[in-house]
């Protein structure tokens, strides 16, 4: 839950720390830097692009074209890769 509201712009959870767990304590980490970059794709990205993505993927995938929806899916992550720092 708290990387979804991180990953939203909310207030990340600060209980994690006083858990003590490391292990714990390092996927957090892991996942704030996995969104910070993701957000700073997201910015760069062209909206109407990524809305035809999804929108393709949903009607590919609910008509049981999975080779293809899977393809769509490839390349529309690729599409973040091209923009991560």
Request: charged share 25%; net charge positive; aromatic share 8%.
């Amino acid at each position: 839950m708290a990387w979804q509201c991180q990953c939203l712009g909310v207030e990340p959870v600060r209980h994690i720390p006083l858990s003590g767990l490391k292990p714990l304590l390092a996927f957090s980490d892991l996942l704030n830097v996995f969104f910070q970059r993701f957000r700073e794709s997201v910015k760069r990205a062209e909206w109407q692009l990524g809305i035809e993505s999804h929108r393709l993927l949903v009607d590919l995938l609910a008509t049981g074209r999975v080779a293809e929806a899977t393809e769509e899916l490839r390349k529309h992550i690729e599409s973040h890769k091209e923009r991560l720092p």
